[in-house]
């Protein structure tokens, strides 16, 4: 009971946030370069939330998750802007496409570990984005141009918050903990009677399917998608998110994408100056702080043990 | 029809095989480096990037010919490869393999970036360094920097072979990618040889950028992104970690890429180098040369 009780109350302080921000945005106190920062930091949430599930939660190291994206992207925009369907049958769309993708390619893909399944995701995100610069339906080499700006704060802030709600509950419920179970330890996951694969499967369409909704609210703001946009660069910049914020920490990835939007938007004065800056303050937080910031603690619940580097040595050492 | 076909075919080989020695030459980087210290090395391929670069202004600003701007890249590259791995990489050899893998990405935006700061983002012109001869065999062109291309990386990689079979370093190294406790526990000094295996790795790679400079006569910051993750797809197709299959591994990958855009397309020759990939990973995650681990409890 209580639970529900906090539930509520958080979404509660979401309402109450979204009000003040709308009513900023709308007195024009926050301005257009601000605004367009907001929702780049809401899209970059869903991403690094959903890449979290698939990496920081199942333990499953994809890093093609621009991809998905890009098949949200485009899917969401071949319904509107083609068929002519309303904006939420894109939303929902687009995380279909991409969640049905992610299901067919993780199926076969999940059995591999580690850094092969890495490199086969980077691989198959790159073959996305190749195949899709080969389709002239959706504008090929050039983008696919004229999508209309159906996105604004009010969606892409609703559909962060879903995503969050729903990937913590998720990961509270019995499937999320098979999930963590498998990143635990895959082996002993299996003598327990859990069906890794299954829940791999899962986890990564999920995941994969959040891309798809960031894909969509993504070629809605800005009028266009482009090929170039969903590189693997895209995917880096995801993944940064997730282990900056910490592998398994949800507040870690939001509080990440938060930062690394900011930090973006402030250097937007000095374009050459910016990536090097971005760089080298990743290479130092990793030095420093391999475990992410947040490790894999959440803001206010301990709920799950010990799993990242620091504190594991600190335990073979002290045994 | 059947005639010119048979002529394509052997062009499209030729050619394919000086770019695949290429993508060898890079690829020998990434698999030392993955068999010593399970690391995909991002940052690999804008070291190639670097030597490149090295070798542009060795021989535009310092005069020089093609072996010495050769020989001045790879050790240019050497030393910076060290660098990266005693400052990014050292301190992070207890951390979790995520934490290195992104201070690899990491390193490699700053190469990129860096570079475009420093030399600027145009594209240069890369000199010409001996006169372009070019042979014909019936319809069938072979020009002198193919033949150039070929040699250099036979040699460079006869000498690598030489110093990873017969030399006391190439005994530490393959025993500390064998087995990096024990080797540690036999007296190896285990970060010399990582040290070292990360100058021989980048040494090749600025060999590849000077050669790749030479061949197509243009570079720029960003040259090294698209090569190095198809080197790296040769590296896992020779087998990740295996010396010869990533010699082996990138000779396929470049005949690969010119058939296909040769016979098919050449938009499609990325996507045939990462179908390349999945296939390989799906079917024999441990490359053609690879011995296949079993899954310990």
Redesign the interface.
């Known amino acids: 009971m209580g639970n529900n009780k906090k539930e509520l109350l958080s979404l509660v302080a979401c309402i109450a946030f979204y009000a003040i921000v709308q009513g900023l945005i709308m007195l024009d106190i926050i301005g257009p370069f601000w605004e367009l920062n907001l929702i780049l930091i809401c899209i970059n949430v869903i991403l690094a939330v959903s890449l979290n599930l698939i990496?920081g939660f199942t333990g499953q190291?994809s890093i093609g998750h621009a991809g998905f994206m890009a098949v949200g992207a485009y899917f969401g925009a071949v319904l509107t802007v083609k068929l002519q369907l309303p904006f939420i049958v894109a939303i929902l769309g687009g995380a279909a496409a991409a969640g049905f993708l992610g299901f067919v390619i993780g199926l076969?893909?999940l059995?591999?570990d580690g850094?092969?399944l890495?490199?086969?995701t980077?691989?198959?995100g790159?073959?996305i984005r190749?195949?899709i610069?080969?389709i002239p339906y959706v504008g090929g080499?050039s983008g696919f141009m004229g999508i209309p700006r159906f996105s604004n704060f009010t969606w892409v802030f609703f559909a962060t918050v879903f995503t969050v709600f729903f990937i913590r509950n998720f990961i509270n419920s019995t499937h999320g903990r098979a999930c963590i179970s498998i990143r635990e330890n895959q082996?002993a996951a299996e003598a327990m009677g859990i069906d890794t694969t299954k829940y791999k499967v899962l986890a990564f369409t999920i995941g994969a399917a959040f891309a798809g909704i960031a894909g969509t609210l993504f070629s809605h703001y800005f009028y266009i998608a482009h090929p170039a946009s969903f590189t693997?660069m895209k995917s880096?910049d995801i993944?940064?998110i997730v282990?900056?914020g910490g592998?398994g920490s949800i507040s870690g990835s939001i509080t990440a994408a938060i930062l690394l939007t900011f930090v973006s938007a402030a250097l937007a004065g000095y374009p050459?100056?910016?990536?090097?800056i971005?760089?080298?303050m990743?290479?130092v937080l990793?030095?420093y702080r391999?475990?992410g910031l947040f490790g894999n603690k959440e803001m206010s619940l301990k709920i799950f043990g010990r799993l990242?580097?620091g504190n594991k040595?600190g335990n073979t050492q002290g045994n | 029809m059947d005639f010119s076909f048979t002529q394509q075919f052997i062009q499209q080989l030729i050619n394919g095989v000086s770019l695949g020695s290429i993508y060898a030459l890079i690829a020998l980087g990434y698999t030392m480096v993955y068999g010593i210290i399970k690391l995909i090395n991002f940052a690999h391929g804008d070291i190639y990037m670097v030597g490149a670069y090295v070798a542009f202004f060795a021989t535009t600003f310092l005069k020089l010919s093609f072996f010495p701007a050769l020989i001045v890249s790879m050790a240019v590259a050497a030393a910076l490869g060290m660098t990266i791995e005693r400052l990014a990489y050292r301190p992070l050899r207890k951390a979790p393999k995520i934490a290195i893998l992104i201070t690899a990405i990491g390193v490699s935006l700053l190469l990129e970036y860096g570079g475009m700061l420093l030399v600027t983002p145009q594209p240069r012109t890369f000199p010409a360094l001996f006169d372009t001869k070019i042979f014909t065999f019936g319809n069938i062109v072979v020009n002198s920097q193919q033949v150039v291309i070929l040699a250099i990386s036979v040699v460079l990689m006869i000498i690598l072979t030489y110093v990873v079979q017969r030399t006391k370093i190439g005994k530490a190294m393959r025993a500390v990618s064998f087995d990096t406790d024990a080797a540690k526990l036999m007296g190896i000094d285990v970060d010399r040889v990582i040290s070292i295996t990360f100058a021989i790795g980048s040494a090749l790679a600025a060999a590849a950028g000077m050669l790749v400079g030479v061949y197509y006569n243009s570079i720029d910051p960003l040259m090294g992104i698209m090569p190095g993750l198809k080197a790296f797809v040769a590296a896992v197709l020779g087998g990740i970690g295996v010396i010869p299959g990533a010699m082996l591994g990138g000779i396929i990958m470049g005949v690969i890429e010119a058939m296909v855009s040769g016979f098919i397309s050449s938009t499609f020759r990325d996507a045939a180098a990462f179908a390349i990939l999945i296939i390989i990973l799906l079917v024999k995650p441990s490359g053609l040369l690879g011995k296949n681990v079993r899954e310990k409890v």
């Open positions: 990496n190291f076969p893909t059995r591999l850094d092969y890495a490199i086969a980077l691989g198959l790159e073959i190749i195949t610069l080969n080499a082996i693997f880096f993944l940064t282990v900056l592998l050459e100056w910016r990536m090097i971005y760089s080298l990743l290479i990793m030095l391999p475990q990242m580097g040595r």
